[in-house]
């Protein structure tokens, strides 16, 4: 599944540093605004214990990890819906990915300049939620008088004209577009506008060193938290330092480094499952002798579209598929004792996948 979030914030909050640790590359992170002009993408493993579990009993050749695609977009600024800061760029950018990641600063450091001169992270998430929900609201004025000409004599204009009066009269209170409820056909209609306030948020809350012991010390983090509570929006806490350190070292390394700061896994993990899961994505398996491999997919698909996640002629071809669950294989250790124990099941074309199961796909082209 080729979904992407983006990584967004005002400048110097840790973006890029970030998005270092994330791809393993070096992208410039200067302690200036504008650092970051053009975006950057990159692809980052999904670390998943489940494989190295299925490895441990199977032991095929290789294990393959589905992976994640990351934005770094540049730091936006007061005034980026009216093209600040080479905002209508920056804007465009966030157009193009399906989740905003909004980091925000939640630590002191002199030597780190903050564009406002102050740390006040609930602040700093308000200047760009208004950002964006201004750049939504001139998208709706600019659609909106043309088609309500039509909205009496045409039955899609109309249904377009009442979904722009409702996104309108939200931003206009300055709440997003995404607390609106769409049916199927209303969403049809929303897609094609791109709206920047529909896409799912959460806020990362960029901390600094001192504070992974005890994050709930952290005043400015204890803001974002209640912010995110008030309306509805997920946090998660990272360290953008320390995860650029430990992308330097080795697995062994990395988790003995994480473990003697009495950190459970890494910020980064945390951040890719909970990107993971405000898009609605999910795992599932094929497993062999010659490999195994993880898969994105959307939740709710059924199995043939789930086989053209791997080829378009498997989801073609389409005959059953024959699943068994994570968990099955680890209580009975192997497909024969799942064989044995009934637990091998052949699925048809409207089973609906769930997250960690194993398949073998059985089509003709």
Request: aromatic share 8%.
């Given at each position: ?68 695609e990351f934005t770094d977009i540049a730091g936006l600024v007061k005034g980026a819906s009216k093209g600040e800061g080479l905002g209508n760029q920056f804007l ?59 909205s009496t004599v045409d039955k899609d204009a109309k249904a377009e004209f009442e979904l722009l009066k409702r996104c309108k009269a939200v931003l206009e209170e ?192």
């Amino acid at each position: 599944m080729a979904l992407t979030a983006g990584i967004v914030g005002l400048p110097n909050v840790g973006k890029s540093t970030l998005f270092n640790a994330i791809t393993k590359s070096q992208v410039e992170a200067a302690n200036y605004p504008f650092a970051t002009i053009a975006p950057n993408v990159g692809v980052v493993k999904v670390n998943d214990k489940r494989l190295d579990d299925i490895q441990a009993l199977v032991n095929s050749k290789k294990v393959i990890p589905t992976t994640f695609e990351f934005t770094d977009i540049a730091g936006l600024v007061k005034g980026a819906s009216k093209g600040e800061g080479l905002g209508n760029q920056f804007l465009s950018n966030i157009r193009e990915v399906d989740a905003i990641l909004h980091v925000v600063r939640c630590f002191d450091d002199d030597d780190i300049t903050h564009v406002h001169g102050t740390i006040d992270p609930v602040a700093d998430i308000e200047i760009i939620d208004i950002e964006l929900m201004l750049a939504d609201l001139q998208s709706v004025d600019n659609r909106i008088g043309k088609v309500e000409r039509k909205s009496t004599v045409d039955k899609d204009a109309k249904a377009e004209f009442e979904l722009l009066k409702r996104c309108k009269a939200v931003l206009e209170e300055n709440k997003p577009i995404r607390i609106l409820s769409f049916d199927e056909a209303e969403e049809k209609i929303a897609r094609t506008f791109h709206f920047l306030t529909s896409k799912p948020v959460i806020y990362v809350a960029n901390l600094d060193e001192a504070s992974l012991v005890d994050p709930e010390s952290n005043k400015y983090y204890q803001a974002v938290k209640a912010y995110g509570a008030q309306n509805g929006t997920r946090v998660i806490w990272i360290c953008a330092k320390v995860e650029e350190d430990l992308s330097s070292l080795e697995n062994e390394e990395r988790d003995m480094f994480l473990h003697e700061m009495g950190v459970a896994e890494s910020g980064l993990d945390v951040l890719v499952r909970n990107s993971y899961d405000i898009l609605n994505l999910r795992t599932f398996f094929t497993v062999g002798p010659q490999e195994i491999r993880a898969w994105t997919y959307l939740n709710g698909m059924k199995a043939p579209e789930c086989a053209g996640v791997i080829h378009t002629d498997f989801q073609k071809g389409f005959i059953r598929a024959e699943t068994y669950s994570f968990d099955d294989l680890m209580k009975y250790k192997s497909e024969q004792g799942i064989k044995e124990a009934g637990r091998l099941r052949l699925e048809g074309k409207e089973y609906i996948v769930q997250d960690g199961d194993i398949m073998h796909f059985r089509f003709n082209v």
